[in-house]
């Protein structure tokens, strides 16, 4: 009797010849690249170093794109949008030491949105390994230790038919849901060193399918279907796993109210009439949710952001489904499913029956238009102006790209993204610089349309040596600047609570002038030609800078309880 786990598939006589006949001048770093292609790889992102050129040198003889940016906490963000916005995981190749510590905040990114990114940095020779002090440039005693905190898993790589397993069980790790960062290390001798080893074809590294438990599927079917007030908040985990599509099936069937996170822009129809947008940092929407008696949310962890900073108490029956263990019902008791969204929504799907609720619709109007009468009460008309001209600017299905700047805080609110996957910015970890290089991997990843990048005067200059990238891959890339002076947000935050601002003030370029000098055409604007000189950069071939100078507020919170 033969077993499927009996079955070789035997290799071809091309393939035998191949294999005994390697092509001559390879390396460890050809494994590496060879590794990547058959895996589906097309683009690599990274800056070289010392002990990587082992694998620098080999790019040139694969069928590989290398785009190369200029800081590589940089090249991560990039990695990091370009995995966001094809589903793929996106190779990062980085060096030892300085070059693979300065990626750490961009994997934190990647890992706190769930973006698939796959590092592969050096390491020093193989005779150093092991935590002794042998003075090698770049040594770190445990390099992969200052890793693990943040990546998904961690490979390390000793010898050269070592590789190939190693990058496929990375790229299987980094694409199994929930997706994240992986790490991977190669000694710089085992990358320097020829090699007689066939040429890579396709390692098998099929994702695992994250299912859920048709027992809890089940009871939230049954909860769901008895529910008088259901409703839904959509996190980044039904943008991840292409889910919106069921995700809208399943809120029109039950006829359920939708909120989406920050994280989760656009998994949900922005104008549809069961649409409560994206007004989570808002009481009258925090009082909504907590009024349903059952309360799916689908891709979320409930975080700070997500919870109105932690008002959020639910007084109904919560169903989560959640890819990432350690967020599930790690801040609410909840019927818990562990499953990919996709899979998940799709098993109550063909469970739940048909709910009807005329008066949903209209409970979330009144919803909305209570939201509209606290902002609008507030005369932050400049605001919503040039937020309604960035909208208005930017084609339908462009993606967007928002650093850590006051804008951005409203546009995670009151931004229309026009479609799921659109829309996307630094808010998993919070730090500043992401932007502009996240634009440029998207870019990278689809250049037949304008890509969007959304920046304040202090992110900009965390990123500003990639406009030499822009120009060099010739990228379309907008970059909108608002130059306010000044950190905007914090200089709030600390003059709300102390009074007045310390360290939030900045000396800085014309941003205009310097982008010119990369030959990045520029052009200052004002709110009221902001439409008009967006849609124009937008519209031009490569990429451009547009200068807003503006002193933009964020409007009041409620989750402090004054407002």
């Keep these: 009797m033969t077993h499927d786990h009996d079955l070789v598939l035997r290799p071809t006589a091309a393939q035998i010849s191949t294999a005994l006949n390697p092509p001559p001048g390879r390396n460890g770093g050809d494994l590496v690249v060879e590794t990547l292609a058959g895996l589906g790889a097309t683009t690599v992102f990274g ?27 940089n090249a991560g963000f990039a990695a990091d949008a370009y995995g966001r916005i ?21 994997l934190q990114e990647a890992a706190s949105a769930s973006a698939p990114v796959l590092a592969i940095s050096s390491q020093i020779p193989t ?13 770190l005693p445990d390099q992969a230790a200052s890793f693990r905190g943040v990546v998904k898993s961690v490979h390390t790589v ?10 496929a069980a990375a790229w299987k790790s980094a694409l199994t849901a929930p997706h994240g960062p992986v790490w991977v ?8 060193a020829p090699t007689a080893l066939p040429v890579v074809t396709a390692p098998d590294a099929t994702p695992e399918d994250l299912v859920p438990r048709p027992e809890l599927t089940a009871v939230a079917a ?10 839904i908040i959509a996190g980044g985990g039904v943008v991840r796993s292409d889910a919106s599509g069921k995700l809208l099936q399943l809120a029109e069937k039950l006829q359920a109210p939708v909120v989406t996170t920050f994280g989760g822009k656009g998994a949900f129809p922005w104008h549809h009439p069961l649409s409560l947008q994206s007004w989570l940092e808002d009481r009258h929407t925090t009082d909504f949710l907590e009024d349903a008696d059952v309360l799916l949310v689908v891709g979320s962890g409930l975080g700070e952001l997500s919870s109105n900073y932690h008002t959020f108490k639910p007084r109904g029956r919560v169903i989560q489904i959640e890819a990432d263990l350690g967020k599930l019902e790690s801040n609410h008791p ?5 499953a990919d969204a996709r899979l998940a929504l799709q098993a109550l799907l063909e469970t739940v029956p048909e709910r009807v609720d005329a008066e949903a619709p209209e409970r979330v109007r009144t919803l909305l238009g209570k939201v509209a009468d606290r902002i609008s009460s507030q005369e932050l008309t400049l605001e919503q102006h040039v937020l309604a001209s960035v909208r208005r600017a930017l084609p339908a299905h462009s993606p967007s790209f928002w650093d850590m700047t006051i804008l951005a805080y409203w546009a995670w609110s009151a931004f229309d993204p026009q479609g799921s996957n659109h829309m996307h910015s630094a808010q998993g970890a919070g730090g500043l610089g992401y932007g502009f290089p996240a634009a440029l991997g998207a870019a990278a990843a689809d250049p037949s349309r304008p890509v969007l990048a959304v920046s304040g005067d202090g992110g900009a200059l965390y990123s500003i040596a990639e406009l030499a990238t822009a120009r060099q891959y010739d990228l379309p890339v907008t970059w909108l600047i608002v130059d306010d002076g000044g950190y905007g947000i914090l200089r709030e935050y600390m003059t709300d609570t102390f009074g007045q601002a310390t360290a939030t003030e900045l000396s800085r370029p014309d941003y205009a002038a ?14 009221e030609t902001l439409q008009e000189d967006l849609a124009k950069a937008l519209a031009a071939p490569g990429p451009s800078v547009v200068v807003l100078p503006a002193v933009l507020r964020m409007f009041a919170p409620t989750h402090l309880g004054t407002s």
């Design 47 to 73: 800056l070289p170093g010392q002990h990587a050129l082992g694998m620098f040198d080999a790019l040139r003889r694969s069928s590989l794109t290398y785009v190369g940016l200029r800081v590589e906490n």
């Design 514 to 527: 310097l982008a010119e000098s990369f030959g990045v055409p520029a052009v200052r604007t004002t709110p």
């Design 222 to 231: 049954d909860l769901l279907s008895r529910a008088a007030r259901p409703a």
């Design 86 to 106: 094809t589903g793929e995981a996106a190779p990062l190749l980085l060096s030892t030491g300085p070059g693979a510590l300065t990626s750490l905040a961009a």
């Design 158 to 167: 000793r010898t050269q038919s070592q590789i190939p397993s190693a990058i």
């Design 334 to 338: 909840a019927l818990g499913i562990h």
């Design 185 to 192: 290390e190669i000694p710089q001798d085992v990358l320097l």
């Design 127 to 139: 005779a150093g390994l092991g935590g002794g002090r042998h003075g090698y440039l770049h040594e």
